[in-house]
């Protein structure tokens, strides 16, 4: 029942500046005479078509003739440039029929389970930007509350073909993957260069921060460029063996940015999804080997053994189907790791490291040690037991520290500013005590009001960890920021409560440093 | 953790010329001082501060000065009349923190049971335009899956609390209501002035046609204006005792009218959904007396009876619970009712009905006069079983003509065009025989795309109905329409198939009529 192209008269292409984000927005008269306007509402859908190209977009309706007028059809940056038609061009627009594969959507709803034909279709209409918000948030919601084994690897697989699927001409591509939530914890940086100084190929990808001060690409753009595209991340890893590159510019499993720019606002997040996402991704990376990090503490995404457990039994699941071995360990996440949060700070913590300075962190260095070394017992030339060893030798000999260089030079200079923020304030302790808990959640919107990760030289530097004696007066940790309201709002944030729980009865007790 | 208002720079509202539909949404520069823009994402939410009033908007980006300044603020249409704040003021833009009421939204995507103040907060947050179309649907689909009959009742009452509600001064209010998708159809245009010239109240709203090539309101309007407000409804019901108005501006639970916006698109349509959002708009249209119209049909939206009584069971829970004496009868749905289908079409068999011409369609008179006889019923001064009398005696006097006359002069004079397409063609039967079915869905395309209900004179006049013998060449039905590429389409959806089934072999063993 579709319309012949020559009956409906052509509109000529105009582009709109409107950045709409992800969703195609269209703009047309509602005086256009070539379609009939009433027929249309605001915020329905569209069929763009332009010789033999089409597109679904989301139609806006004006009056004003200087925007849009009556022979004119408007897109928005990001519809204008995924058309990818010259303004000026003839297209016509006629009512969206929704995408076949939204019947799935909707078997789903009623509870049916999906063949991973159905889940490859809804994936390539969602890579294809067919899908508006609301039919992203039906099929994320129809899975949220179920979803079977055979879906999730049905779901994983699709979304890894969707996207850039790297090859690597190496038979062991490692990676690591942290799920996040911990303020600090810029372990990628030191593993990277200790594994590619091995010899072992390490080409990470990181996310920026969204909801956090901070992602390891933000930090690591502090010390080099990071937005690569395929071709230059490979130069970088056939060099160094390794790279630290933001994923965005690298379109690793772009259905999966789809979904997680609409769970990300619901705040749906389900271990089904974390999964299919992080596989997705690995799995189009070319990776063989995994080790993927879950931090457990009170304020973070696991709260118990039991959470992590199931957890991890999901990504062996899916890692031994998908042929990739995975391995996954629990790790402290009651704490902040390193003592910087925000990318100029983490960025020091991690150079400090890697130069074997003596006020470098020591939790960081430990867990990347650690983190390094399962990675480097994936290499069969390595005695088993002898990975933590050589991490240490690969960083202590600074060997380590060359290859970050090396790397950096690879993906070329950093053009950020690198100086901190000129307005700081030492927050005190309330009192005498020893720390007995610190909240991650209060310290990440802390650093992420003084300015992180917009302003790189801002966020939060740590004084004190859990177990440490302090007195009343002491600082706990220092705010840096940039703007005055930042700051000033920071410093309020602080005065309703400091993030830190210290039990003066413990230390008075003298039951301190257990 | 909300920043004093004082320290966020202020923006001057501009009116943007953009019909964004019931999505309310902002424009600003990507330049602007007033908020920091890489914060921000296009399509992220926003909460807009003038004075004590706030809204929540859709953010999009612009580079373009002279669309929106760097000291701007743009409201789209619904926006800025939402906002109701006059151009020039100064207002804040913060990102949007997530209405409250969706951790219950997520707690029920868990599979948790909802609490009636739960459910109160959701409808009403989603009358006040605070959910987003992917939070709109995040409550659908969690909803669609699983809702108890508590749910179900709480939400008819929210719904119905959220907008207008209307009181009678009348012991007995009677209302009837079809769920639909019959082409055709018009029973309520006679029922009405029958059931209200006998003196009853009874208040009809209904809507327009979304996806159907008319709804009452549509074929009301070429007889009479449909658009009052509750104080002008109120005035012709005194008057008339009836009236058959559009409900878009009588305002009757609007976050049933939000919650369809979404469930149209995504074609959800739960049978819960359905009697809440049917229920809600009569309780709050203060109807004390619902009789409910189920057509069953194969290609009705109930093609069994198991189904038709599974929905009138729902109908019956929720109108004991609201204390409102519900009805529910299940009518033939196999094929049209009357022989027009688009408003003028179908406004000219509701008045030949009335008239009691000879040529008026036999199966409009006797269904309108069955339901009338219903609603007559409830008249305590009325014997026990003389409805159906008293209805056929209201319209053979010429009653309800002379009541329908004076609820047309009450609304006021039409403003459309009544007149027929002249673009006209007779669909010949491919074959001898006997008509054995015909596909309701298929008709109301082929008259929507025709150019109902837009072009109020175009649709489809029916001339052969089911177990009617038919030649070879003999017309099924006419098309009427205005535009020659939507004439040329119809003809192209008729070429490849009528929407008739024709037996052959049954006529000829002469068993047609049956």
Redesign the interface.
Known sequence: ?T??AL??PQLRIRRV???????N?A?IS?RSKAL?P??F?????VELTCNSRTLLATL?????D??VGPDELGL?E?AFRRFAEPAGSHATVTPAM?PDS?DAV?AK???HTLSAAEIDAIVDDLAHYRY???????FL??S??FMTSGELLALTHAMARAGTQIKWDKPIVVDKHCIGGIPGNRTSMIVVPIVAAHGLTIPKTSSRAITSPAGTADTMEVLARVDLGVGEMKEVVNACNGCLVWGGHVNLSPADDILIS?ER????DTREQMVASIMSKKLAAGSTHLLVDLPVGPAAKLTNATEAMRLRKLFEFVGDHLKMSVEVISTDGRQPIGSGIGPVLEAQDVMAVQARDTAAPADLREKSLRLAAHLLEYDPHLRGGAGYMRARELLDSGAALRQMERIIDAQGPSTCRTDLGPLTADIPAPRDGVVEAIDCLRLN?LAR?AGAP?DKGAGIKVFKRIGDRVEKGEPLYRIYAFDQ?EY??AI??TNAGTGYAIDGRRALAGEAKA
């Not at 509402?41 to 859908?45: E, K, L, T």
């Not at 508006?132 to 039906?138: G, N, P, R, T």
């Open positions: 029942m319309a012949p009956a409906r500046n409107l950045d709409t984000g992800r969703e927005v703009v509602r009939r009433e027929l509402r605001g915020f329905s859908r806006l309706l004006t009056d004003d200087t925007l928005s990001p929704p939204l909707r709803i009623k509870g508006s918000d609301m039919e992203i948030a039906a919601i129809s949220a509350s609409v606002p619901l705040s749906i919107r009001t917009i309201p000033d709002l309020a944030i």
